[in-house]
């Protein structure tokens, strides 16, 4: 059954007419113009380039810091539950090489 759907899709794809997203359709006054609003305006000029924010150091510190202590501090009490519930207890090794 899937292997017959596959292959109506496949044909049903390959006698569709191919259109270039591009060319203009044949509706009048509907035309498709290569133009990306993050770089050109609707009249097609080009637009002046983003103002940059700068990343520092230490902007990025202020973020990364905060949010790793909170991640230590979730996985630190979530492995103390784990042990006093007895899901998780870590085996003591011997190390009598």
């Given at each position: 059954m899937?292997?017959?759907l596959g292959r109506l899709v496949r044909l049903s794809i390959l006698r569709a007419p191919r259109r270039s997203p591009l060319t203009p359709s044949s509706v009048p006054g509907n035309?498709?113009?290569?133009?990306?609003t993050a770089v050109c305006s609707?009249?097609?000029?080009?637009?002046?380039k983003p103002r940059k924010t700068p990343f520092g150091l230490i902007r990025i510190a202020l973020i990364v810091v905060p949010f790793l202590y909170v991640g230590t501090q979730i996985s630190?009490?979530?492995?103390?539950l784990l042990e006093e519930h007895d899901i998780f207890v870590p085996e003591d090794d011997d190390d009598d090489d």
């Amino acid at each position: 059954m899937a292997s017959a759907l596959g292959r109506l899709v496949r044909l049903s794809i390959l006698r569709a007419p191919r259109r270039s997203p591009l060319t203009p359709s044949s509706v009048p006054g509907n035309t498709v113009t290569a133009c990306r609003t993050a770089v050109c305006s609707s009249s097609g000029a080009m637009l002046p380039k983003p103002r940059k924010t700068p990343f520092g150091l230490i902007r990025i510190a202020l973020i990364v810091v905060p949010f790793l202590y909170v991640g230590t501090q979730i996985s630190k009490n979530f492995a103390a539950l784990l042990e006093e519930h007895d899901i998780f207890v870590p085996e003591d090794d011997d190390d009598d090489d």
